[in-house]
């Protein structure tokens, strides 16, 4: 640690500028005039000022590769080497020192002298909350995740996120975080724990039982191997607003999401019930509410005959649903003999009793559990829908005559749409359909002026197509929709539709 303290000394040149501090008196000449103050501005802001300055340039920023970057350790010391005045604010600003993720370490884990830096870190902020972060990837790196564990197990206390993420306990052993005294997660409000490998044989050893009190607990993430089960039993899930869970006991999953009774949103990713262990209808007689539940997403890996989403889909009333989204994805080794039971029924029991719905999403994943047909009666139970997705669900001419609107004298499905996105939705459709359900929900600003009567549905905003299967009309060099039509949709788009084809628009 010393040697870093040493490492943060001013490096400029003229580092050791005199400062002014702001109760400092002008300097005057011999006649008394103020003799006005050559320095840099730099040198001359308030302590209060260059702190917000420093902390401003630590927030997490955009990231060339999507999402948001934080600060690093780099980032902070660097703070400290412009001169002696920023290292003085540096040092003594406890919330510059708790924007970055701790112990510190690389890709490889925790190295060389990753643990004196954690230490310094830790005495820097307090006693601000810290975000702790432990990725011991690669199985014999020469890592000392081990010495500092027992580090971050002390700072428990001032704990407000603990995230793990690693391939299995061979890489990381939670032993030293078995011992954490019950009380301690009083600041602790979001917790991920992420095995890359999630095979049961990656675990060894102690589970991480220690969040039962953690009164300020609202966000979990986890996605652990099916042997972790006894971590499910310390979580405080009544507690919990947001969750994300990836687990292959489905059964597990319909049951701690019936205990959540305040969560907000929800992600399960799982695997699909046995044909001998699948839930029945009679979760329909003891359906659960979830009243404060505004985003729910379900993905179901099938291989095989049995339940996969329809548990979920008739355990629960959900008033307050405003987004779903349901994923059936293919999962190895599959049994031929399949056969995956139709979902519309236990959809249409959850979207009749959750009138709010603005988002609904649906990938097949090239199982026919939602057939062409489904699709108008489904909708007409979603009537303040703004946003629609289907991937790999299939849609014939009279879904487009649904959504097509005719005037005023009649209301078609989904009035409030403005978002439409269809990714492989075959080819049982004729362009005719699909332009004229686009054409009537689309018109420009000279159009609208001149309609008697405003329209009764929402102007489309964002469309969206893409398909492998959709041939249309076929020329030597051409596959696709008509040219007139194609010409249309570069019309629609110069007047303002956000408009996405492929190949064909």
């Known amino acids: 640690m010393k040697n870093m303290l040493v490492a943060a000394e001013p490096a400029t040149a003229d580092s050791d500028a005199p400062v002014a501090s702001v109760s400092e008196r002008p300097i005057l000449d011999p006649e008394g005039a103020i003799v006005p ?31 948001e970057q934080s ?8 703070l400290c080497q412009v001169c002696s005045y920023w290292r003085e604010v540096a040092l003594k600003t406890a919330r510059l020192w708790n924007t970055i993720h701790l112990p510190i370490a ?15 870190f830790f005495e820097r902020s307090a006693p601000l909350p810290i975000s702790v972060y432990i990725h011991p990837f690669l199985t014999g790196s020469p890592t000392k995740t081990d010495e500092v564990s027992a580090m971050v197990a002390g700072m428990a206390h001032r704990w407000k996120t603990f995230e793990v993420s690693c391939q299995s306990t061979k890489t990381f052993d939670p032993t030293s975080f078995t011992r954490i005294s019950p009380g301690s997660l009083t600041n602790l409000e979001r917790v991920e724990l992420c095995w890359s490998n999630r095979r049961p044989s990656s675990w ?34 009544s507690q919990l607003t947001r969750l994300s869970l990836t687990y292959d006991s489905p059964q597990l999953c319909l049951d701690v999401l019936a205990s959540c009774t305040k969560l907000v ?5 799982t695997k699909q019930w046995l044909e001998s262990d699948a839930p029945h209808n009679s979760y329909v007689a003891r359906s659960g509410l979830l009243a404060h539940l505004t985003e729910l997403r379900i993905r179901s890996r099938i291989c095989s005959t049995g339940e996969y989403l329809a548990p979920f889909l008739r355990r629960f009333r959900l008033p307050a649903l405003k987004t779903l989204g349901l994923s059936v994805q293919l999962s190895y080794p599959v049994t031929y003999e399949y056969f995956v039971d139709w979902l519309t029924p236990a959809l249409t029991f959850l979207l009749a009793q959750s009138p709010n719905l603005q988002r609904l999403r649906l990938v ?22 703004t946003e629609l997705l289907l991937s790999e669900v299939e849609v014939d001419d009279n879904f487009f005559e649904a959504l097509r609107y005719a005037g005023p004298d009649t209301m078609p499905l989904v009035s409030k749409l403005d978002t439409l996105a269809l990714f492989d939705v075959g080819e049982f459709f004729e362009e005719v359909s699909f332009g004229e359900m686009i054409r009537s929900r689309w018109w420009s600003d000279e159009e609208r002026l001149a309609m008697p009567t405003p329209p009764i549905v929402t102007q489309l905003k964002h469309l969206r197509f893409w398909s492998e299967d959709y041939e249309g009309i076929r020329t030597n060099d051409y596959v696709g929709f008509t040219r007139e039509l194609v010409k249309t949709m570069g019309e629609y788009r110069l007047q303002g539709l956000d408009l996405t084809g492929s190949n064909y628009f």
């Open 204 to 237: 060894h050893g102690s589970e991480l039982d220690i969040f039962s009190n953690a009164p300020r607990l609202r966000d979990v993430k986890i996605e652990v191997p099916l042997a972790t089960s006894t971590i499910f039993n310390s979580m405080p899930w």
């Open 37 to 67: 103050d050559a320095r840099p501005p730099i040198y001359t802001l308030p302590f209060e000022l260059l702190a917000e300055i420093m902390a401003l340039a630590l927030t997490r920023r955009p990231w060339k590769y999507g999402g």
């Open 364 to 385: 097949n994943g090239g199982w026919d559990s939602i057939y062409a047909e489904d699709m108008p009666d489904i909708l007409r139970l979603t009537p303040n829908l």
């Open 71 to 78: 600060a690093t350790a780099t980032d902070v010391l660097g």
């Open 265 to 269: 949103t929800v992600y399960i990713d």
């Open 106 to 120: 690389d890709w490889r884990g925790v190295r060389g002298e990753a643990p004196a830096q954690t230490e310094m």
